[in-house]
């Protein structure tokens, strides 16, 4: 997910700073960490699977727009950069995106697997499907 990393910090110096709060920390913000979870699976299939593409554009504007909502919640940019930029906090949703798709019936440590779980992810119109294409 290192590009996921770089689309996001690159967000984060666009913005001015905002005051910093005492707030939980934004793994615990669900709105935030939920989507910044679907938005990282999508990036994984496609930077896996040699069928899929991630829609940039849509990538940019949905991550911009959480970050705006982050900051909208009172999170400084370096708060942000932080969850962002943290090994540990890539490592976690690492595991949580594996969990999420085996569960949904995917090998998650096979371009095949992940090609399917994105065909599948596409054709229901989820989240994750929407930032994905099929490169033909």
């Given at each position: ?10 967000l984060?110096?666009?913005s ?14 669900k ?66 995106g ?5 569960a949904?019936?995917?090998?998650p ?28």
């Amino acid at each position: 997910m290192t590009s996921f990393k770089h689309i996001a910090l690159a967000l984060v110096f666009l913005s001015g700073p905002v005051a910093a709060a005492d707030l939980p920390p934004l793994r615990e913000v669900k709105e935030i960490d939920q989507n910044m979870l679907w938005a990282g699976l999508a990036i994984e299939v496609a930077d896996e699977c040699p069928t899929l593409d991630v829609k940039k554009m849509k990538g940019l504007s949905f991550l911009w727009g959480l970050k705006n909502k982050a900051s909208a919640l009172g999170y400084s940019d370096d708060e942000i950069r932080a969850y962002v930029d943290s090994d540990a906090e890539e490592a976690r949703i690492r595991k949580l995106g594996t969990a999420y798709i085996r569960a949904s019936g995917f090998d998650p440590k096979t371009p095949e697997g992940l090609c399917a779980f994105g065909a599948a992810e596409i054709a229901r119109g989820s989240i994750i499907g929407s930032f994905l294409k099929d490169k033909s």
